[in-house]
């Protein structure tokens, strides 16, 4: 059974730029979280997939957006970056939706905002 | 707004010792804690959840306590190992989802 997996690990952007992280969640999954936690900071929701669709939004706005793809692996786009953006970026998976403790997080990919 | 906080950035204990990491929220709306464990370079790890219906759960050596008129809980792990020295998240979630909201974390250092 793989675990859940990021691409990049690192990413430097200019501010402006557009970005995409990827993120595998682990087999048998079919729900994906991912989070903000810029430095010294516990992780932020951002949102949430369920089969495809999104099942809730935390405090971002429009320009971070996702998708999740038939076999559950997952994207977050972030548009027109900003400085604050820069931040790691955890993904985590579930095999339910109501089931906090049953989630399982990636090792993150680090962003840069330059 | 944070609704969830520890106020300890930091934590030092010795090997052997208790160590005691706290939480507090201010969300009545919360109704599943959770506590995470961070590695540099990993993500978060799930250590131990309850629920607002218990007033206490344990694991081993992890125990958490909830004091829902308080809005507080604490993790206790006994004996603290050096193994043990990480970032520790509480979170909390209303209704068992996994749409968290985390506190700022603690660092723990266990010294040998």
């Known amino acids: 059974e793989t675990g859940v997996t990021q691409s990049p690990t690192h990413l430097i952007k200019t501010r402006g730029q557009q970005v995409t992280l990827r993120c595998s969640s682990q087999?048998?999954?079919?729900?994906v979280s991912w989070y903000q936690q810029a430095l010294g900071q516990g992780p932020q929701f951002i949102f949430q997939y369920y089969r495809e669709e999104e099942n809730g939004r935390g405090n971002f706005p429009p320009r971070f957006s996702g998708l999740q793809f038939p076999n559950y692996s997952s994207e977050l786009n972030v548009n027109a970056l900003e400085l604050d953006d820069s931040a790691l970026y955890l993904c985590a998976s579930s095999s339910l939706v109501a089931s906090a403790d049953e989630q399982y997080f990636g090792p993150g990919t680090r962003l840069t905002v330059t | 707004d944070q609704q969830v906080k520890q106020n300890s950035p930091s934590l030092s204990v010795q090997e052997g010792r208790i160590s005691i990491l706290n939480c507090d929220y201010t969300n009545s709306m919360f109704d599943y804690f959770l506590w995470y464990k961070k590695y540099p370079a990993e993500g978060p790890t799930f250590l131990i959840s309850?629920?607002?219906?218990?007033d206490k759960n344990e694991d081993g050596r992890f125990t958490v306590f909830l004091n829902k008129s308080a809005k507080h809980l604490s993790l206790h792990i006994v004996p603290s190992q050096p193994g043990d020295s990480a970032v520790y998240f509480c979170a909390a979630s209303s209704g068992n989802t996994g749409k968290l909201i985390f506190g700022q974390g603690t660092t723990l250092q266990v010294k040998p």
């Open positions: 309850i629920s607002s219906i218990k």
């Open positions: 087999s048998g999954h079919n729900t």
